[in-house]
């Protein structure tokens, strides 16, 4: 199964930060913001990973992230001309995904949870049989959101954006699974009013299918959107106290990919090594003694 990281967009709401740097490429507490969905998609078991980006911010993210070898994980690049849209991700990333099933997350949102991992097997075992699947967080104020309706089995039955009257207080968040064929679905979705390829509209092409499934991120689960400065603060102190409280990192590529059997005892070494002045970098030392 393939993976896409959509990175690109101007971060606007966050200027004058976003003039400078790439919103991916900012910390939220002690890692960049990439690293969150970066270990979401490596937590599915997905190692081939197509990193979208700007033009201008690319080679920051080359320059952090380069060919993904130190996470185990084989990463590519494609710029985005504009942003069009998150469906326009499959039609850029057609030649990367080929004929497997693709997960895409936003390069912005943060997912965290017990059970999480459980999750995104079941979505991607969903996806390698055919089926979608979204992920719904319930929220206050569903109206800014693009809302699924379930039914009791967890079928999505009606996904609408940003509805005067939802029919759900379910956000779908920016983490999706599709079967093989994707990007050829998606080249059917037309621009909306507003001029891009709404995922809205991929997702409804499958919901007609009847082949679009739901899971929900229930109590335990936190879900962020990192486009706001409140935003990001909320996440950067929730991460800082879970770390804090239960002396580990949270999102952390090398564990994942050393846990995993991605990377060996000398990979993980060398990183501990490079980063050994700070918490992170102890941390990896402490991983890898533990392994001993």
Known sequence: MKGIILAGGSGTRLYPITEGISKQLMPIYDKPMIFYPLTTLMLAGIRDILVITTETDQPGFKKLLGDGSKFGVNLEYIIQP??????????LGEDFIGDEA??????????YGNGL????????????????????????????FGIMELDSENNIVSVEEKPAQPKSDFAVTGLYFYPAGVAE????????????LEITSLNDIYLQEGK?????????????DT????????????????????????????????????????????????LKKNSYGAFLKKTLEAAK
Do not use: Y
């Not at 504009?82 to 039609?91: E, H, K, N, V, Y």
């Not at 991992?117 to 800014?144: I, M, Q, Y």
């Open 82 to 91: 504009s942003p069009d849209g998150l469906a326009q991700a499959f039609i």
């Open 185 to 196: 679905k998606a080249k059917q979705v037309r621009p909306s009013d507003r001029g891009e």
């Open 102 to 111: 693709c997960a895409m997350v936003l390069g912005d949102n943060i997912f």
């Open 227 to 274: 486009g706001t400065f409140d935003s990001e603060m909320d996440a950067a102190v929730m991460i800082r106290a879970i770390e804090t409280n239960q002396s580990r990192v949270v999102a952390c590529p090398e564990q994942i990919a050393f846990e995993r059997g991605w990377i060996s005892c000398e990979q993980l070494a060398e990183r501990a090594e490079l």
């Open 212 to 224: 679009l499934k739901g899971e929900l991120l229930g109590s335990g689960f936190s879900w962020f």
């Open 117 to 144: 991992t459980k999750l995104l097997v079941s979505a991607r075992e969903n996806a390698e049989a055919g089926f979608a699947t979204n992920f719904g967080f319930r929220v206050h104020d569903p109206e800014r």
